[in-house]
């Protein structure tokens, strides 16, 4: 490749860089870094579990277990109403209504653990047959630290 292409390249990159970021682009955060609170559920929760979350999120002193495991709690904590409200993932409107209600029960429980209801949650996938397996979203894959939770 000419040095004239490469610098071609560079500026383009640039260009773009600069586009998405004046027509105001969500800012991913960086590989391995805890993602920010999704807009959609700040949209439906009450604004004292907002700012408690939002607290979670922006604490650099929790690592990634604790932060998902203070997270769980202050959700598993919401009343069934709340949690109704709040978007479901990709593709699990299209699942069958006994694996959505087994996957909701999971997840809202309080009496396990966040690592625990990973578990259970990826039992019940794994369990599905491929052309309902293949309606959900592959999961978000873990910083190397972390992948031994998975």
């Known amino acids: 490749m000419t040095q004239s292409k490469k610098m071609m390249m560079v500026i383009g990159f640039y260009v773009v860089a600069l586009m998405a970021v004046a027509f105001g682009a969500p800012q991913m955060p960086p590989p391995g870094a805890f993602p920010p609170l999704p807009r959609e559920l700040e949209q439906v929760l009450?604004?004292?579990?907002?700012?408690k979350l939002k607290a979670i999120h922006g604490d650099t002193s929790l690592g990634f277990k604790e932060k998902h495991?203070?997270?769980?709690?202050?959700?598993?904590?919401?009343?069934?109403?709340?949690?109704?409200?709040?978007?479901?993932?990709?593709?699990?409107?299209?699942?069958?209504?006994?694996?959505?209600?087994?996957?909701?029960?999971?997840?809202?429980?309080?009496?396990?653990?966040?690592?625990?209801?990973?578990?259970?949650?990826?039992?019940?996938?794994?369990?599905?047959?491929?052309?309902?397996?293949?309606?959900?979203?592959?999961?978000?894959?873990?910083?190397?630290?972390?992948?031994?939770?998975?």
Not at 46 to 51: K, N
Not at 88 to 97: R, T
């Open 46 to 51: 009450p604004a004292d579990a907002v700012e």
């Open 69 to 150: 495991e203070k997270i769980d709690q202050i959700m598993s904590a919401l009343p069934t109403d709340i949690l109704d409200k709040i978007p479901p993932p990709p593709g699990f409107a299209q699942l069958p209504e006994d694996i959505q209600q087994k996957l909701k029960a999971i997840n809202r429980n309080p009496n396990i653990s966040w690592e625990e209801k990973q578990k259970q949650t990826k039992v019940v996938i794994e369990g599905l047959p491929p052309h309902l397996r293949h309606l959900l979203p592959p999961p978000m894959p873990l910083p190397p630290r972390f992948r031994s939770f998975a």
